[in-house]
């Protein structure tokens, strides 16, 4: 049964600007449970003109919302206008700044200063809240505007304003932390009474906010690539993820340990229900680039408990859909995504997240068929990258033979991409390169769907029953095709009297020797063998997070699947040098290959494959050869960094 909402006084006076707090809490609850436009036009009407604080700032955020799961600019632009709306607004509620007299004297007096704790504390709580409320809305309009802007003028400028937003979340978060201190040495002689360790004077929905806001200032901090990372710390900021952690956890009392939450619906703060998506987010999304503090147990805890309370919320569905991804269950997964685009057709952008998880977790059950028509619908009707759509929709058509319709595709690639801050979007790049190189082969590529896979991680989430029967005879194929196999082969398993019949190697020769001729070949063959690697090795170490099912059955031994994983990374290596155009595959080879050796625990020979990705020298080329970067550097980079802290904290990989 849906709640009422809450009386809110129709006069609003600034002086009781928390009294607004329950109607957002319920408008918010609104949208958790997929009721978007009831959630929407409440905040509308209880709020017509947009003075209100949370209510204005609220409004701003479920078009921050809109904007970004359009990526149209009109959206975009709308929502940039309503979130600085409400930045104006909660900048209205702020106290004032001192003089410049009382700047001044601040450098000599603490108390006097506008960037210390004694400032916050002079604060009354309407001002605390205006100051959190502040920084918020200036993220998210400055999140936009790195979306919207065209330049690095613009871009520059939004990234100092998320300077000034971490600057604000960390004085809170000091605050935070000196209140507590000092209520717990004020109270130190009644632990025994199992007396609060916060202070109760401070209210739940600040602490909740100021938990989201200093846990995802030090998450954003702690993925960045070490280079952009360097040049941050040089004003100050360090990202640390266990802090960032610990802090998004206290928002809903989650522990690494415990059975649920400690925090009640009724003694929650209004943004508990966005740290745990956070939460979510960081566990099961970026998991594929990082492994330090992923915990898929402690997720599984946050979407079951969401669950329970939002049966139709569509951004639980899709957590739970990701879960049964990340545990190796891809057909779960799809039903979850199912569920997902039933739940809300009020906010059809979304439906397109559906989409492009099901594209995905097809290909984690190799059926390309099926991952293509997902691919077909994002492609004619989302916005968000329609060259990756584009290029999703041709690989799968170029897998199954229809090489006209991948042609036609291949050929839009590139002219369908986009810019973010006048920069390409890396994915787009590399799709764009596939597209040039497939035209450029007379519509021809080797394993592309494949390929997708593995680069999306559905190859990594597949069940090992589907690696073993399906994925890995279409690595042998392609091999045989290239004539350095011979045409019996069963599951990468000659057959014993292949080796010997004349006929057979004869014809492998003269396969070979056709395959040598053709452009590209070494490349074809880099990317063959590659593929085939992380297939064994995936058969030989499933993902740690992977559920196995007790009744697969798999004929090949650890120390065999191993042994074959390792023989075609190796052939990688000797081949490297002779690579045209796909440089990435050596690199993400030599990564690959360090992940089976931290799991097979040679420790010494997996950093030492990481250092030699990290290394910035040329793998596969002499120094004259490759010029620029090659495909998907960056992400390689984080997760290798990744992968060295999992190493040293004996995390498996």
């Not at 990564?591 to 290394?615: C, H, N, T």
Request: proline content about 4%; glycine content about 8%.
């Amino acid at each position: 049964m849906n709640r009422p909402p809450p009386f809110v006084p129709e006069d609003y006076d600034s002086r009781n600007a928390l009294d607004d707090i329950p109607g957002i809490h319920w408008a918010l609850h609104e949208f958790l449970h997929s009721r978007m436009l009831e959630s929407e036009e409440y905040c509308h009407r209880v709020d017509p003109n947009k003075e209100r604080m949370y209510f204005a700032t609220g409004y701003g955020l479920i078009q921050c919302v809109k904007g970004l799961m359009s990526f149209e600019d009109k959206d975009l632009l709308s929502a940039i206008n309503h979130t600085r709306h409400g930045n104006s607004i909660a900048s209205a509620h702020r106290k004032p700044a001192p003089s410049l007299a009382g700047r001044l004297a601040g450098y000599i007096v603490p108390g006097m200063s506008s960037s210390g704790i004694e400032w916050i504390s002079q604060m009354t709580p309407i001002e605390r809240h205006a100051e959190l409320v502040f920084a918020e809305s200036l993220y998210e309009k400055s999140l936009l505007g790195i979306v919207y802007s065209g330049d690095w003028l613009a871009f520059i400028k939004e990234v100092l304003n998320m300077r000034t937003t971490m600057s604000i979340y960390r004085q809170l978060g000091r605050y935070l932390e000196a209140a507590d201190a000092a209520y717990v040495a004020a109270h130190a002689n009644n632990d025994a009474s199992g007396g609060p360790l916060e202070d109760p004077s401070i209210d739940v929905h600040f602490r909740s906010g100021v938990y989201l806001g200093v846990g995802l200032s030090h998450l954003i901090l702690s993925l960045m690539p070490g280079r952009l990372l360097a040049i941050v710390e040089l004003f100050g900021y360090r990202g640390d993820r266990k802090e960032a952690l610990r802090m998004l956890n206290r928002a809903g009392g989650w522990d690494a340990h415990g059975e649920r939450s400690v925090i009640s619906q009724e003694s929650e703060g209004v943004r508990r229900a966005i740290c745990d998506m956070t939460l979510l987010v960081f566990h099961l999304v970026l998991s594929s680039y990082t492994f330090e503090g992923v915990d898929v147990n402690l997720a599984r805890r946050i979407v079951e408990w969401n669950l329970e309370r939002y049966p139709n919320g569509v951004f639980f569905l899709f957590g739970a859909g990701r879960l049964a991804l990340a545990r190796s269950q891809p057909q779960r997964a799809l039903e979850y995504y199912a569920r997902a685009a039933q739940a809300q057709t009020q906010y059809r952008n979304m439906h397109h997240v559906s989409w492009w998880e099901s594209a995905i977790a097809n290909l984690a059950l190799w059926n390309v068929d099926g991952s293509k028509d997902w691919w077909g619908r994002l492609r004619r009707e989302a916005t968000w990258s329609k060259a990756t759509y584009a290029y999703g929709e041709a690989a799968c058509l170029a897998t199954v033979g229809d090489h006209d319709g991948a042609a036609k595709l291949m050929d839009k690639v590139s002219a369908l991409r986009q810019r973010i801050a006048g920069k390409s979007i890396p994915l787009e790049k590399f799709a764009a390169r596939k597209a040039r190189k497939y035209l450029g082969q007379q519509n021809r590529l080797i394993l592309p769907a494949l390929e997708l896979a593995y680069v999306f991680a559905a190859l990594a989430h597949a069940p090992r029953q589907v690696v073993l029967e399906r994925m890995i005879p279409h690595v042998r194929q392609a091999l045989e095709e290239l004539g350095v196999l011979e045409v019996n082969s069963v599951n990468g398993v000659a057959n014993p009297n292949g080796g010997k019949n004349k006929t057979v190697e004869k014809n492998r020769r003269k396969a070979r020797s056709r395959a040598e001729g053709k452009e590209g070949y070494w490349d074809d063959l880099c990317l063959a063998r590659f593929l085939e690697g992380v297939c064994w090795r995936f058969v030989a170490y499933p993902d740690p997070d992977a559920e196995l099912d007790a009744h697969d059955k798999v004929f090949v031994s650890v120390e065999e699947a191993q042994h074959k994983a390792e023989s075609a990374f190796e052939e990688v290596f000797e081949n490297g040098p002779r690579i045209e155009l796909d440089h990435y595959i050596v690199y993400y080879a030599h990564f690959e290959y360090g992940r089976l050796l931290a799991r097979s625990g040679d420790k010494e020979g997996a950093k030492a494959q990481f250092d030699m990705v990290l290394s910035g020298k040329p793998l596969e080329v002499n120094a004259a050869g490759r010029k620029g970067k090659y495909s998907l550097e960056n992400a390689l980079h984080i997760r290798t960094h990744g992968a060295i802290g999992a190493l040293e904290q004996n995390r498996p990989l």
